[in-house]
Each structure stands twice: as C-alpha cells, then as structure tokens.
C-alpha cells in the first residue's frame, strides 16, 4: 500500500520560504506523476505543481516563479518550496500521486502551513 | 479554460436516503475523463470514481458515477452515516488547465 507523508515546519513568517517534504513508502516513485495540492481553510482544491519521475517538472502559472519542486529518487522523496509567502499562502498542503491530468489515486495526510509573523 | 460547476452546493439528506451529486463542465469533457473525490473533516480526499463511472478500488458499490460530454453525476444510493462528507469532481482532459476540481458539494445530515 503505497503511503505518503508530508513533513516541514508549520509556520513559516511573511516574505520568507516554504518548505516541505513529502515521503512515499511501499511503492516506486517511477513511473509516476507527484504533486503539491493545497486548500486554503474553509475552501477549494489548488494545484501548485507536480513532477514526473523523470524530474520534469510543471507549475501552476498562478505561482509564477515563486514555486520549486524537485526529486530526490534515492530516499524516494519529492519536495516543494514556496518563495516570498503571505497569509494568502496559508493552507493544508497536501503531496499526492498524479497530477491534473489523471486522477491523484494516493494523497498524504495534509499539514497545515500557516504563515504569521 | 474549462470550468466544472458543482451543484447542489449543499445536499441535506437523512441516512438511508438516495444522494444526487452535479458537475457540469462548461466544454464537453473527452473520454469521460472525470474523478470524483471524498473529503471529510480534517482528512485528504480520497478518489471514489474516475472515467466518468469506474469505481477506485475499495470503494462500495452504492457509490456510482455517470453522465458524458458536459454532464457528469455521482450517485450515493443509500446514504450511510460516514458518507456525510465534501465531494469534488475533477477534469483531466484538458491537458493545459489547472483549475482542474470543482468547488465541492457538501453533503450534510439532515
């Protein structure tokens, strides 16, 4: 059963930088796609971007050029930073098996990023 | 860009009672290619349905999916009580878009 575990701090100040790490257990990271999804509090789903297991990668236009997210295959982790971050960053981030275009048939757990000075 | 529009926003229903889930896409969706995702209370979503009306594994069969082109359903026949949740539809036939789910119908116990 594959299992994915996110980790990272869970308040991060204004201006600063985002980071998480999301850890996939009992399967592969090939031959997949992996992405970052958060929900604000109270809202909707929003992809930030995802990667293939190759390493390409692809980012929502909506973050510009504030959002990394890159693979480390050798401890079969995935990760995501998020530059120059506000309280409108403030959400459940959530790593997840596929991207948006096909079904994300594995999800973590979620954590809860608030940013605050 | 394609947009799915989910109704009812709220669905109140009584255990025991038949759930009907919309999501309209504002282009036809090629292939059927919807999902449809649980989510409850402080948990992640889990997929219930994709391909329109393929069931993910594990999932019951009181759930169901249906619909084509524009119009998609997703049908809870007997609602039981741990089926009170957020439910999201989800496109992936459009390869460019991001704004990929639908803001959510929320099923609530009446």
């Known amino acids: 059963q594959v299992q994915l575990q996110e980790s990272g701090p869970g308040l991060v100040r204004p201006s600063e930088t985002l980071s998480l790490t999301c850890t996939v257990s009992g399967g592969s990271i090939s031959p997949y796609y992996w992405s970052w999804i958060r929900q604000p509090p109270g809202k909707g789903l929003e992809w930030i971007g995802y990667?293939?297991?190759?390493?390409?990668?692809y980012y929502n236009p909506s973050f510009k050029s504030r959002v990394t997210i890159s693979l480390d295959t050798s401890k079969n982790q995935f990760s995501l930073k998020l530059s120059s971050v506000t309280a409108v960053d403030t959400a459940v981030y959530y790593c997840?098996?596929?991207?948006?275009?096909?079904?994300?048939?594995?999800w973590g757990q979620g954590t809860l990023v608030t940013v605050s000075s | 860009e394609i947009m799915l529009t989910q109704s009812p926003g709220t669905l109140s229903l009584s255990p025991g009672e038949r759930a009907t889930l919309s999501c309209r896409a504002s282009q036809s969706v090629s292939s059927s290619h919807i999902a449809w995702y649980q989510q409850k209370p402080g948990q992640a979503p889990r997929l219930l349905i994709y391909?329109?009306?393929s069931r993910a594994t594990g999932i019951p069969d009181r759930f169901s999916g249906s619909g084509s082109g524009t119009d998609f359903t997703l049908t809870i026949s007997r609602l039981e009580p741990e089926d009170f949740a957020v439910y999201y539809c989800q496109q992936y036939s459009f390869g460019e878009d991001w704004r990929t789910f639908g803001q959510g119908t929320k099923v609530e116990i009446k």
């Open positions: 997840a098996r596929g991207g948006p275009r096909g079904v994300v048939d594995y």
């Open positions: 990667l293939y297991y190759t390493g390409s990668t």
């Open positions: 391909s329109a009306s």
